[in-house]
């Protein structure tokens, strides 16, 4: 006579309200057991394990002792099977079954024993503190020490919780001090360096299977006004590329994880190869993209130059050199006027507007008054005609997209031919002459963009390959002089940017 079982209630966060028999004994008929299995797989089917398990460390340890307690349960099937097929010579189809479901459980069981050795180190971290966690890194004593030098600092970053710490390594920090961005260093200027410091901690955790071929412009905890000028705090841009984690930052800057995923209370420490530049004011970094032509352009109005690098939350489209020198007959008549009208057309304020957040057919204002629209076709992003050359450059309020034509305010319908490798310039009857206009008095590059060890400038999206050369006139072979250092960026509004920005060209 089958005896019936009184049940228990078990309850548990990571899976569903399930329940389970008392333990079976070696007098339980085989119906009984194939009931309880029968439970187990119905009731409770085992989760697979997590990506990472610092974040679900309670849970993951409650499906462990949970999945202990019935591997023992388990066990009674097994040996009742046992002793039925001993007893009766046979094993019926419900037997098979029951046999089956046994099978199944101790693997869903291995599978977690094995997360579980494989994951002790990680858990055993995981509960370490960011100061330990440093200090045990043999790769990482020169950041240690240079972290010591400001107690506060590390006792906020300590104390922090849901960050990600992009760690130089000792390497990594060594050509940076040999290099002449570390002068701030050598000064002790202490508002710098903690800008520095600050721009390595991510706003939030991000283990290296989170960052996709997508790029992702991820918030740092640099958000001093005096460095940086972007609602939200000055980003980093996160892609996977090559099976590397690879971070961009300003001048294009680029930076490998060489060790991901070492947790900690308050989040995940990867190991980097590079220093992070904090990005530069608008003025550098096109001088250090090579753009010159534009360099020069925006010197003719003082006015549009100090605005530019100060206003917050700002998107440039900057031409190329070849862009200007495309239109160079209409430009050497241009009036200042009119010159400030054409730079404010490729300017958008109050949106920073990364390459993963463009979409097609968006229609945006401009600080000139009309708008521009974006065509995405396949992986070329364009802006009205002109096609985005490298897309991503963090400037320290906003982000620049190169681009290789000069966008005219009077042609707003001007649109891409795709299929062209090349477009026609947006002013009808402009010419090319022999010099790129602007550039006369235009001093050379002194820091150089792109670098880091994954390789030459270009960002990860935007319809950019990565890797891609920069600007015609680029300084690639320059040699950076502060490149790793953060650069005050001063406080402007944009009421009065681009005065007279109502006059246009009538080409």
């Not at 089917?45 to 340890?61: A, G, K, V």
């Not at 001090?177 to 570390?182: F, G, I, K, T």
Request: glycine share 8%; net charge negative; aromatic share 6%.
């Amino acid at each position: 006579m089958e005896q019936s079982l009184p049940r228990r209630r078990v309850t548990f966060s990571h899976v569903k309200i399930f329940e389970i028999p008392p333990s079976s004994t070696e007098e339980s008929s085989i119906r009984e057991c194939s009931s309880h299995v029968e439970d187990l797989r119905n009731g409770f089917d085992p989760p697979e394990p997590p990506e990472s398990i610092r974040s679900h460390q309670t849970d993951f340890q409650e499906v462990l002792d949970l999945l202990q307690t019935e591997e023992e349960k388990v066990d009674d099937e097994a040996v009742a099977i046992q002793m039925y097929s001993e007893e009766f010579g046979t094993i019926d189809e419900e037997v098979e079954d029951t046999k089956k479901r046994v099978a199944e459980f101790y693997a869903a069981i291995n599978r977690w024993k094995k997360v579980r050795i494989e994951n002790e180190t990680q858990m055993d971290v995981g509960n370490s503190s960011l100061t330990s966690v440093l200090s045990s890194a043999a790769d990482l004593s020169n950041l240690t020490s240079f972290v010591s030098q400001f107690p506060q600092l590390l006792t906020t970053l300590s104390s922090a919780n849901n960050i990600t710490i992009l760690a130089p390594s000792n390497e990594a920090f060594g050509k940076f001090l040999q290099s002449p961005a570390a002068s701030a260093v050598a000064a002790n200027d202490s508002n710098a360096i903690q800008a520095l410091l600050s721009y390595h901690v991510l706003n939030g955790t991000y283990p290296a299977a989170s960052v996709k071929e997508t790029p992702a412009f991820i918030p740092t905890l640099l958000n001093n006004p005096a460095y940086a000028n972007v609602t939200g705090g000055q980003v980093v841009e996160a892609i996977a590329q090559d099976d590397s984690v690879v971070f961009f930052s300003g001048l294009l800057s680029n930076s490998t994880v060489t060790k991901a995923d070492t947790n900690f209370t308050g989040g995940v420490v990867h190991i980097i190869d590079t220093v992070l530049t904090p990005p530069q004011n608008v003025s550098t970094t096109a001088q250090a993209a090579g753009l010159t032509a534009l360099v020069g352009a925006v010197s003719k109005n003082p006015q549009i130059a100090s605005t530019l690098d100060t206003t917050p939350d700002l998107t440039v489209f900057a031409p190329n050199n070849e862009a200007f020198q495309s239109i160079a007959s209409i430009l050497q008549n241009i009036t200042t006027q009119q010159l400030s009208a054409v730079l404010g057309y490729h300017v958008i304020n109050g949106t920073v507007a990364y390459s993963s957040t463009l979409t097609n057919g968006t229609s945006v204002p401009t600080l000139a008054g009309p708008n521009v629209t974006i065509t995405i076709s396949d992986d070329d992003v364009f802006v009205n005609s002109a096609k985005v050359v490298i897309p991503d450059v963090l400037v320290a309020n906003g982000v620049v997209h190169v681009i290789d034509g000069v966008l005219n305010p009077n042609a707003t319908a001007a649109a891409p031919n795709p299929e062209a490798e090349t477009q026609s310039a947006a002013f009808p009857g402009a010419s090319s002459l022999a010099t790129v206009p602007f550039t006369s008095g235009v001093p050379a590059p002194t820091v150089a963009i792109g670098g880091g060890a994954g390789g030459a400038a270009g960002g990860g999206g935007g319809g950019q390959e990565t890797g891609a050369p920069p600007a015609t006139g680029s300084a690639a072979g320059a040699t950076p002089t502060n490149a790793a250092m953060p650069m005050r960026t001063g406080a402007m509004g944009a009421a009065a940017l681009f005065a007279g920005a109502g006059v246009w060209l009538n080409v």
